[in-house]
């Protein structure tokens, strides 16, 4: 079949159901779009348009894995303020074209997580920006959204409103403690959800204050548990021809990440360990070490590991030392065993370290900074970085989309846009609305 045909119709027929009559027959569930060109073609969900009303981190990071493998998704944004994450900066990429060259430019925290998206700057003040939403909601497959609960009601956009005029839509609402509970109608931030669902408190040094990790975690790992829900939901409706609400929280997915320490803590009915900063709870040695100029990763995850690592640091006889012999008495003489495992790694570099380690099978690693990592020689090998033609900043360097398909080929196909960049696309060419129509609406403040 010829690349340039979508690979996806635009009917889908699903495995058949009974209805009351008894005649089975199959279920068909009309996709949003057809997959038009050639490089997105082969994704697998080209044909899916997702209406995004996200902004910040865990929905906007959701709805661009989608966009990376294949969605159309359109990005709702305030016309004047756009995104939260516009205006979050430094640092931020210099506008060398168009109207706004003398502006800051396009925040650094915008550029990551917006990619392959359309942006239509619209305003739910307006009754007209309201009713571009329905219409839009009732073309799409799948709406994101992250406002508390309830708040989309008074324009028509909540599950219940929407789903009456798309009922195979597939409504997922990312919020900070869920749909219900006590806490549903509180405002959720990463940082408050790490602390209060456990994940600082085993944050840090062994003796130091909880702290947070380096970056949004709990929003990330939300975004990722909301798109793989979203994707579960699209099968689901294939089979069914059902659309259905997806409720995720930021503070279950946190408590879902916990994982082995969660179960630590339910099976034993013991609180947790606290932190232990680079080192494992019951695994020694298994830390960061310090370096003449910096540090390294050793793990002696079992007794054969800890025999290399003693061989490679010079030290064969530790492997024998009753102290040390198993993991068990390791663990009751970490501090010792560490001390002494520092004490030599204290007297060179780390790339040293590196090169005595390399091939002798234990797990190691430079701790890197950010900017090391993405000048690593595999995170360019397994093409991690990838450069694109920003349409006001020019070429830029994003980190490319992880996942590699040996069919499928995700990839930066657009850059994160401008605010409003596709407003006028998407009100023409999906909504079918005349140049004159949207020319009016823009006079109105209804879009940008």
Not at 131 to 143: F, N, T
Not at 258 to 270: F, T, V
Not at 328 to 343: F, G, H, S, T
Request: with cysteine.
């Amino acid at each position: 079949m010829s690349l340039q045909k979508p690979l996806l119709p635009l009917i889908r027929a699903s495995r058949t159901h009974k209805p009351l009559n008894g005649i089975s027959r199959p279920i068909y569930r009309q996709l949003a779009t057809a997959a038009g060109a050639a490089e997105t073609a082969t994704l697998p969900l080209a044909g899916i348009r997702v209406l995004d009303m996200t902004r910040v981190l865990a929905g906007p990071y959701c709805t661009q894995i989608l966009g990376d493998l294949g969605a159309e998704v359109i990005k709702i944004e305030h016309p004047v303020r756009g995104d939260d994450t516009r205006a979050w900066g430094p640092p931020y990429a210099k506008h060398i074209k168009g109207d706004h060259t003398d502006g800051p430019g396009e925040s650094t925290y915008f550029l990551s997580v917006n990619r392959n998206k359309k942006s239509l700057g619209l305003s739910f003040a307006h009754p007209s920006g309201v009713e571009i939403l329905h219409k839009l909601a009732k073309d799409c497959d799948v709406l994101v959204e992250n406002y508390l609960p309830g708040a989309l009601k008074k324009y028509g956009m909540d599950y219940e409103s929407v789903s009456k005029v798309n009922p195979a839509l597939i409504y997922a609402s990312i919020t900070g403690y869920g749909q219900t509970g006590p806490y549903s109608s509180r405002a959720g931030y990463d940082v408050m959800v790490e602390a209060e669902m456990g994940l600082m408190h085993i944050t840090g040094s062994r003796d130091g204050p909880p702290v947070k990790v380096g970056v949004a975690v709990t929003d990330l790992t939300t975004g990722l548990y909301t798109s793989n829900s979203i994707m579960a939901a699209l099968l689901g409706r294939a089979r069914t021809g059902k659309g259905q609400h997806v409720d995720v929280a930021l503070s279950d997915c946190q408590v879902a990440t916990l994982a082995n320490m969660a179960s630590s803590c339910l099976i034993s009915g013991k609180p947790d360990s606290g932190r232990w900063g680079t080192a494992h709870p019951s695994i020694v040695p298994y830390k960061g070490f310090k370096t003449a100029d910096g540090d390294v990763l050793l793990g002696g995850g079992n007794d054969r590991l800890f025999g290399i690592m003693c061989e490679k640091l010079g030290k064969p006889e530790w492997a024998k030392d009753e102290r040390f012999f198993t993991n068990n008495v390791r663990v009751k003489n970490r501090n010792v065993l560490e001390d002494m495992i520092e004490a030599e790694t204290k007297k060179t570099t780390t790339k040293e370290w590196l090169d005595v380690f390399e091939g002798s099978g234990l797990p190691y690693a430079a701790i890197n900074d950010i900017q090391s990592t993405l000048s690593h020689e595999h995170v360019l090998a397994r093409d991690m970085v990838k450069e694109v033609e920003h349409p006001t900043c020019g070429p830029i360097k994003l980190v490319n989309t992880p996942v590699k398909y040996s069919f499928s080929t995700p990839s930066i196909r657009t850059p994160p846009p401008t605010l409003g960049q596709h407003t006028d696309e998407i009100l023409t060419d999906v909504l079918g609305m005349s140049d004159s129509d949207v020319k009016s609406l823009r006079s109105e403040g209804v879009v940008a």
